[in-house]
């Protein structure tokens, strides 16, 4: 799932752990580890908040292209 790989690119791209992100998404460690699991999916206000905070665009998120451009 294009959505789980990305998740785990960006973040590790930053160095941050889950729970550094969790807090920054202000979710639960256990939900963000649901994400990159593919356990789950996030709903669309959770994606603008990932997209937000890497700086890239929800198609980027979600594998709909390979341009992480806003």
Known sequence: MKLVEN???????????????????????????RYESGEREPNASILWR????YGVTIDYLVGRTDSKGM
């Open 7 to 33: 998740l785990k690119k960006l973040r590790k791209e930053r160095h941050i752990t889950q729970e550094e992100l969790s807090i920054a998404l202000e979710i639960s460690l256990r939900t963000y580890g």
């Open 50 to 53: 990932m997209a937000d905070f």
